[in-house]
Structures are given as structure tokens and as C-alpha cells.
């Protein structure tokens, strides 16, 4: 049973790793048969060869086609399909294979079967994948965004996904060209520019003009909460002991039309015109209109 688990990962390892790379089946598997010629890519041995060649490929580095699949088309072959039912007769796990190899679409889809002689039966995986537009860059591996972005994997998501809408993978980090002017924080991701900069540590000088668009809104929205009809301040209270508190009025002065009714830890100030009268306890304030 160890060994069956163990097969079966290895597998599944080499089938996330072939759907990780867009050109796979342009650039590792098209040349090893006639155009549109129907079959699969099968890799067929001991349990410890299909761990050593799933190992290899998953630990490599290299970004093309042809130097992470080194090891694994150096060991697989290109089988037709009228041979694959032959080969597989006996094996465990074949079931539906010969659907697949005559369902698929050899001009934009390949077949790949993994076989584990294992001591007891051999058995077998089997799966089919996609092909991209040569328009598409020969790098890899592509792979699923984890943990919001701090983590990657081969795997999709495990999600109880409604419609059609899925993840799709994401293409390793591309460097930036040459001729495209990077900031200062690009490599370690300090501005030190910015935190250096006169203007950090030194308030704007503004012209007349730029004083005045400044001032007008300013007074607008001064006159506008003091002459309103109604105001709604919504203050939060910098108290510890205040806000524990709950529906106390604190004040009620009807003869300016002002109320402060705490409510939890906030207080609203109805007003008109609007007017902040002192606390108890020294009480300290933030407010907002709204």
C-alpha cells in the first residue's frame, strides 16, 4: 500500500509539473510523433525510477521546456494509440484511457500515462493537458498563488467552486528590461530618496494662487458646518472609563440645541449651529461632519 501512495504522488508530481510549463507539448512532445498523430507520452518502470525522475524534474531550476524535461523525455516514449490498449492490458487504473486518447484534441491537448511495476500488479495514472499559442514565452514553472501571494503551489486551490469561473496559474516573476528606468527601492525595496528628500521634513512653500485654492474650500466647508440646519458630529471619546459606558448623557443644554448622548463608545452631537462644550474630566475629543 506504501508503495502504491508513493507511485501515485510521484506521478501526480510529474503531472502538475508538465501542466506548469505552456509550451510542454509544443517543445518536449511534438517532436516525438507525426503531426496530429494520436497517442500518449508514457513513462513505464520500477517504483524507484519513477521517484528518481520525479524528483530530478520537480527539484530542477531551469525555466525552458527542454532543460527541466531533460531527465523525463530521456526516459518516456511516444506510444500510438492503437498500441496503447496492448501495452496497458493487465495494468491497473487503465480504465478510460482508451476514451481519453480518442477524445482528446491532438492539435492543442497531449495524453501522458505514468506505469509503476510494483510488486503486485502494475499500475497506472493517467491524465491530459493543454497546449498555449507559440506566442506564449517558453518559461515555467506557472503555478497557483497561495496564502495571498506569499506562497505558490502546483496544485489548484481546494475550493467548492460554483460555475466556471477557476484560478488560473500564474507565470514565474519576470525581470524588468534594461532600458525601463527603475526607482531606488526596486532591488530592496527602501526609498531612500523619498525618506532623504528635503521636502520629508520641510512644509510646502505656496504661491498666492495655490494659498487661495487652498482657502476657499476650506471656508466653504467652515461656514457650511457652522450655518448648517442640521449637523451630525460623530465624536469618538478618548476615555477608558468613559467608554464603558452606555446610553448616558453626559450634557443636555435644549436652549442651544445640543445633545451628547453616548452610545457604547461613540457620541453623537446634535447641533445648531454646531458647538463643542467641555466635558468632565477633561475628556479628550476627535470629531467629524457628516
Known amino acids: 500500500m506504501a508503495d502504491l501512495d508513493a507511485a501515485e504522488e510521484s506521478a501526480k508530481a510529474l503531472f502538475e509539473m508538465t501542466e506548469a510549463y505552456p509550451r510542454f507539448k509544443e517543445l518536449g512532445l511534438d517532436p516525438l510523433h507525426a503531426a496530429d498523430e494520436r497517442g500518449a507520452m508514457v513513462l513505464r518502470g520500477p517504483l524507484k525510477l519513477l521517484q528518481t525522475v520525479s524528483k530530478l524534474t520537480c527539484a530542477g531550476d531551469a525555466a525552458d521546456v527542454s532543460s527541466r524535461f531533460r531527465v523525463l523525455l530521456s526516459r518516456a516514449k511516444w506510444v500510438k494509440q492503437a498500441e496503447v490498449e496492448e501495452m496497458l492490458s493487465g495494468v491497473v487504473g487503465s480504465d478510460g484511457i482508451g476514451e481519453r486518447l480518442a477524445a482528446y484534441d491532438p492539435t492543442r491537448e497531449y495524453a501522458a500515462i505514468v506505469i509503476a511495476e510494483l510488486d503486485d500488479l502494475p499500475c497506472c495514472w493517467h491524465m491530459v493537458g493543454g ?23 502546483g496544485r489548484r486551490p481546494g475550493y467548492s467552486y460554483i460555475g466556471t469561473l477557476r484560478p488560473h496559474r500564474v507565470s514565474p516573476r519576470r525581470a524588468v528590461p534594461d532600458h525601463i528606468f527603475k526607482p531606488d527601492y526596486y532591488i530592496d525595496g527602501e526609498p531612500v530618496a523619498e525618506m532623504s528628500a528635503p521636502a520629508k521634513s520641510t512644509p510646502p512653500i505656496l504661491t498666492a494662487a495655490q494659498a487661495q485654492k487652498v482657502r476657499e474650500p476650506t471656508c466653504r466647508t467652515r461656514i457650511s458646518v457652522d450655518y448648517g440646519i442640521l449637523q451630525t458630529v460623530h465624536i469618538r471619546v478618548v476615555h477608558p472609563r468613559l467608554a464603558q459606558c452606555q446610553l448616558t448623557f453626559l450634557h443636555r443644554r435644549t436652549e442651544d440645541d445640543i445633545v451628547y448622548v453616548q452610545a457604547e463608545s461613540e457620541i453623537q452631537c446634535f447641533a445648531r449651529p454646531l458647538r463643542v462644550w467641555p466635558l468632565q474630566d477633561n475628556v479628550s475629543l476627535q470629531g467629524s461632519c457628516a
Not at 131 to 153: I, K, L, N, Q, T
Request: hydrophobic fraction near 30%; charged fraction near 20%; charge should be negative.
Open 131 to 153: 497546449g498555449y499559442p507559440e506566442s506564449m514565452v517558453d518559461s515555467g514553472p506557472w503555478m497557483y498563488v497561495m496564502d495571498h501571494g506569499r506562497a505558490r503551489s
